[in-house]
């Protein structure tokens, strides 16, 4: 593989099976090892990383253990061509990559404290009352995003919003029924740590971040009317991001 270079640095931080992990992800993810094409051997990736076999027979499973590679014992490990969904950041709803087996399992429907960042978007007093609609979204039978919709109580109360079940056409299709249509949305987007329990929720494999994704959607008047809250699996998504030619 002449994407690999001989001689790779140890960055002092991480266990070297996740330096080498890391390092075969990223050719994998930027098509450099392509679908279907095998990676270095054992012998190879020992020579090339100064490590044993069975650090690279650890950071082979980190790899399995996302999805991005295949193979057995005694076998070639091959790269399965999975890649991340792509989200387009700024856009309701987000369309899904084609292909991916995406399926939305409500958890929840009911009143909440107003969390302070989503209290602040709705300009209220952090712990006043909001509906939420908290779901998972799964793609291709495997947990990938977190997602907590709110909505201001009045608004909610009385309403498909406030029922648990799917909502017919989505909640804009339900909000511009309300007199409420979606005119923009705004996107935030950072990387972190997964919490304890993002983490068991998602099935993240090791040492994986989280995306999140945090969208304030705006009816008449400039007025903030969604709230939502997403917590992306961190190998399972990439954002996309269309800009304006300058000028």
């Known amino acids: 593989m002449s994407a690999i270079e001989p001689e790779i640095p140890d960055d002092g931080h ?8 890391g390092d075969l992800r990223a ?17 190879e990736l020992t020579r090339r990383y100064a490590v044993g076999n069975q650090t690279v027979t650890r950071a ?11 193979g ?17 950041a700024g856009h309701y709803p987000s369309p899904m990559t084609p292909g991916r087996d995406a ?15 989503v209290a602040h978007a709705f300009g209220i007093p952090a712990g ?52 409420h249509p979606l005119r923009h949305v705004v996107d935030q987007v950072s990387v972190r740590p997964a919490t304890v329990a993002e983490f068991v929720a998602l099935r993240l494999p090791e040492d994986i971040p989280v995306l999140r994704q945090f969208r304030i959607a705006y009816t008449d008047g400039d007025r903030p009317i969604e709230v939502t809250v997403m917590i992306k699996a961190g190998q399972q998504f990439e954002i996309r991001y269309e800009l304006p030619a300058p000028g």
């Open 128 to 179: 006043d009352p909001v509906a939420v609609r908290h779901q998972v979204l799964d793609l291709d039978g495997e947990p990938a995003e977190l997602v907590w919709a709110y909505y201001p109580a009045a608004v909610a109360r009385g309403t498909a919003l406030a029922e648990s079940r799917r909502l017919r056409g989505g909640s804009p299709t339900v909000l511009a029924a309300l007199g």
């Open 14 to 21: 991480r266990s070297r099976q996740r330096q080498l992990a």
């Open 27 to 43: 050719l994998i993810l930027a098509g450099d090892i392509g679908p279907g094409r095998r990676l270095p051997s054992t012998a």
């Open 60 to 70: 082979l499973g980190i790899l399995k253990a996302e999805g991005l590679v295949t």
């Open 72 to 88: 057995h014992k005694g076998k070639s490990v091959v790269s399965t061509g999975r890649r991340p969904a792509v989200v387009r």
């Open 103 to 117: 399926v939305i399992r409500l958890l929840r429907v009911g009143e909440t404290a107003a969390p302070a960042q």
